[in-house]
C-alpha cells in the first residue's frame, strides 16, 4: 500500500471510531432515560437546550486553541490523546447510572453526563474534522478520503444503532457502553498516532482570535452553510432519536426488527456512497448537494404512511438514499470554506472554521429540543410511564413530521451559496503521516 493510500485509509477509518460513542449517545439517550428510567420529555427536552447553547459558547474556543497550538507532535495530535480517553469514560458514566436515581437527581445525572460526552465529542470531532482539508489539499484526494470516511461512518451506525437494540436486549446499555466505549477510543487513538499535520512553521502567523471571529462573522458562506447543515443535522439527529419510539409505539415491532428499519437506513446508505461519490467528481459539487438535501426531505413523505415493518423498511432505504449524499457533499463544502478563507486572508485556522462550522451543527439541539417538546404539548406524551393516548402518533411526528419541514429548511438555504467551478484547492501544507 502506498504512503498516500495508507494515510487515506488511517484518517477514514478515524471516523469509524468516533462516530460509535456519540451515536449511541444520540440515538439512545432518550428511549434510556424517558422510556426506561422515568425522565420527562420536557426534563430532556431542557437538557437538550440546555447543552446547545454550552456547546455554541465553548466551540470557537477549542478551534481557536488548536490552530495556536505548537508542539513536536502537531496541533491535533495532543488534544485527540487528552480527549479519547475522557470521551469512553464519559459515555460509560452516561449509561450507568447510580442505583434508585430518579426525580431531580436523575434529571441532574442526565445533564451532567450528557454535556460532557457531548463536549468531549466536539474537541475530538473538531480537531479531526480539522486534518481533513490539510492532509487532502486537493479536490479528487478530497472526494476519494471523505467517501471513505463516510463509508466507516455508517458502518459504525450500522453497529452502534442499527444493532443496539439486540445488544442491550442481550447485555444491557452498562455493558454495551463500555465496549463501544473501549472500540471508538482504540480506533481514535489509531487514526491520532498515525496521522500528524504539519503543525505551526516557523515563518507562520497565528490565527488571532478576535480577527478570526469578525473575519468568520463577515463570511456569507459560512453562515448558509451552516444553517443548511444544522438543519440537516437536526433532522437526522431527530430521525436517529425517533425510530426507537417508533417502532415500539407506532409499528409495535421488537427490537430484533428495530435492527431490521435501521439497518435498511444504513445499509442503503453505505450502498450509495460511491454512487453520490462519482455525482462529486462528474457534476458541480454544489448541484449534488442541493440534490441530496432534496432526496432526503422527500424519503420522508412515504416514511409518514408507514404502518407495517416490510412499508418502512421500504421508505427507509430512501432515506438512507438521502443521507448518504447528504454527508458524501457535507465536509465537502466545509473544505471549500476553510480553502477561500485561507486564499484571502493568509491564515491557516482549520480547527476555529470547523469548530465554528460544528457550532452550527450543534444548533440541531435547538431543534430536536423543541420536537421534543412538541410531542408533549401536541400529543400529551410525557415519559413511557405516561405515554398519553396518541403515542402512535406523536412517534410518526418526530420521525418524519418535523424533520421533513427542517430539510426543506436546509434545502432553501442551499441555494444561496455558490463557489467558483475553477477555484483551486488551498495549497498543500507538508504535513506527516
Not at 393516548?389 to 434545502?411: E, Y
Request: proline share 3%; glycine share 6%; aromatic share 14%.
Amino acid at each position: 500500500m502506498s504512503k498516500k493510500r495508507s494515510l487515506t485509509f488511517d484518517y477514514a477509518i478515524g471516523m469509524f471510531g468516533t462516530s460509535i460513542p456519540i451515536n449511541m449517545l444520540k440515538t439512545y439517550a432518550a428511549v434510556f432515560y424517558v422510556d426506561r428510567l422515568g425522565l420527562t420529555t420536557v426534563q430532556f427536552s431542557l437538557v437538550l437546550f440546555i447543552y446547545t447553547f454550552i456547546d455554541a459558547l465553548d466551540n470557537p474556543v477549542y478551534g481557536f486553541l488548536s490552530d495556536r497550538t505548537k508542539t513536536k507532535w502537531g496541533r491535533r495530535r495532543p488534544w485527540l490523546l487528552v480527549s479519547t480517553p475522557l470521551l469512553a469514560l464519559c459515555l460509560i458514566a452516561f449509561y450507568n447510572t447510580p442505583l434508585q436515581l430518579a426525580g431531580q437527581a436523575l434529571f441532574l445525572y442526565c445533564m451532567i453526563f450528557y454535556i460532557l460526552t457531548g463536549t468531549v465529542d466536539s474537541v475530538i470531532n473538531a480537531n479531526y474534522a480539522a486534518l481533513f482539508p490539510e492532509l487532502f489539499p486537493t479536490d479528487e484526494i478530497r472526494a476519494k478520503t471523505n467517501a471513505m470516511r463516510q463509508a466507516f461512518q455508517l458502518v459504525a451506525m450500522i453497529i452502534s444503532i442499527a444493532l443496539t437494540p439486540v445488544v442491550t436486549s442481550a447485555i444491557g446499555y452498562s455493558k454495551t457502553s463500555i465496549i463501544y466505549g473501549l472500540l471508538g477510543g482504540a480506533v481514535i487513538m489509531y487514526m491520532t498516532l498515525r496521522c500528524k499535520d504539519a503543525g505551526i512553521q516557523s515563518e507562520e502567523e497565528k490565527p488571532k482570535l478576535w480577527n478570526s471571529l469578525k473575519e468568520i462573522f463577515l463570511n456569507k458562506k459560512f453562515w448558509i452553510a451552516g444553517f443548511a447543515n444544522a438543519f440537516y443535522s437536526a433532522a437526522v439527529s431527530l430521525v436517529l432519536a425517533a425510530v426507537p419510539f417508533f417502532a415500539k409505539y407506532t409499528l409495535g415491532i421488537s427490537d430484533s426488527q428495530q435492527t431490521l428499519l435501521f439497518g435498511s437506513v444504513l445499509i442503503v446508505a453505505i450502498g450509495c456512497v460511491a454512487f453520490w461519490a462519482a455525482m462529486v467528481r462528474k457534476y458541480h459539487l454544489i448541484n449534488v448537494w442541493r440534490s441530496a438535501l432534496l432526496a432526503l426531505a422527500l424519503a420522508f413523505i412515504p416514511m409518514y404512511f408507514a404502518n407495517s415493518l416490510i412499508f418502512a423498511i421500504i421508505s427507509g432505504a430512501f432515506v438512507g438514499f438521502g443521507i448518504s449524499g447528504v454527508i458524501v457533499t457535507m465536509d465537502l463544502i466545509g473544505a471549500k470554506i476553510i480553502d477561500e478563507d485561507r486564499m484571502k486572508y493568509k491564515v491557516r485556522r482549520e480547527g476555529i472554521i470547523s469548530n465554528a462550522l460544528g457550532f452550527m451543527n450543534r444548533l440541531n439541539g435547538l431543534f430536536t429540543s423543541f420536537a421534543f417538546y412538541l410531542v408533549f404539548a401536541i400529543f400529551g406524551f410525557e415519559s413511557g410511564n405516561k405515554p398519553g393516548v396518541q403515542p402512535d402518533n406523536a412517534a410518526r411526528f418526530l420521525l418524519t413530521v418535523f424533520p421533513l419541514v427542517l430539510m426543506v429548511i436546509s434545502f432553501i438555504f442551499s441555494f444561496f451559496i455558490n463557489f467558483n467551478r475553477n477555484n483551486a484547492s488551498a495549497k498543500p501544507v507538508k504535513a506527516e503521516g
